[in-house]
């Protein structure tokens, strides 16, 4: 199993470019996320997908977009970046194990937006 | 809402020392909680997890944290640090009730290892 892959894994943008990070998974979950992680921030939830077909805003929404292609992928868009999305995507998917949630992670993917 | 403290967001150890990594929770209902390891340019793993039972919980790479209710903390320690130690790492609480689908993760804590 390759787990979440995650596609680009670098990427240089200049404002107002538009660009799909691509993210899939290989383990049969349902539930997929998107994060940006930030210097002393944490990881802060940009949108997640509780099952294929649905989407939910989290905490950071503004100027992002996804789409759950199917059960497997989950990509997040940026239609007009800004130097402000300049940060590390993270894709996550879930399963509830027992009751608990455990989410699995992917390498990344290093956006710099000048 | 629920929220997550990491007190140090850097804390630097000697190889062989103790590290202790401090996280404080705020919730009326204790919730399951978790703390996550990043090493450099990786995504985050698993290192342990909280949910019921025994409140002092192992975990990966000798690991372990305890789950203290009346002080709303779960602190990760490890009795001797390696120099492989060196990574962020972060707590992360989900509650128990609502089917609630989310993790919501504290700022991290950066810790060195030095000779």
């Known amino acids: 199993n390759a787990g979440v892959t995650q596609t680009p894994k670098f990427q240089v943008l200049k404002t107002g470019q538009s660009m799909t990070l691509q993210c899939a998974q290989d383990m049969n979950h349902n539930s997929m996320y998107w994060y940006r992680q930030d210097p002393g921030m944490g990881l802060r939830l940009i949108y997640y997908?509780?099952?294929?077909?649905?989407?939910d805003k989290g905490e950071v929404p503004n100027g992002y977009n996804v789409s759950r292609l199917n059960k497997r992928e989950f990509s997040l868009r940026l239609e007009s970046a800004a130097p402000s999305q300049t940060s590390v995507y993270f894709c996550a998917s879930s399963e509830r194990t027992s009751g608990v949630l455990l989410q699995y992670f992917g390498p990344g993917t290093r956006l710099l937006v000048l | 809402a629920q929220s997550v403290t990491q007190l140090g967001s850097h804390v630097s150890v000697s190889e062989g020392a103790l590290v202790l990594l401090r996280c404080n929770y705020s919730?009326?209902?204790?919730?399951?909680l978790f703390w996550y390891v990043q090493y450099p340019n990786q995504g985050l793993q698993l290192l342990l997890k909280y949910t019921t039972g025994a409140t002092l919980v192992k975990g990966i790479n000798g690991f372990e944290a305890e789950f203290k209710k009346s002080e709303t903390s779960f602190h990760l320690t490890k009795p001797s640090a390696h120099m492989s130690d060196a990574a962020e790492y972060f707590c992360a609480v989900t509650p128990l009730s609502g089917g609630y689908n989310k993790l919501i993760f504290g700022a991290g804590t950066r810790l060195a290892v030095h000779p």
């Open positions: 997908s509780a099952s294929e077909g649905t989407t």
């Open positions: 919730s009326s209902v204790p919730p399951y």
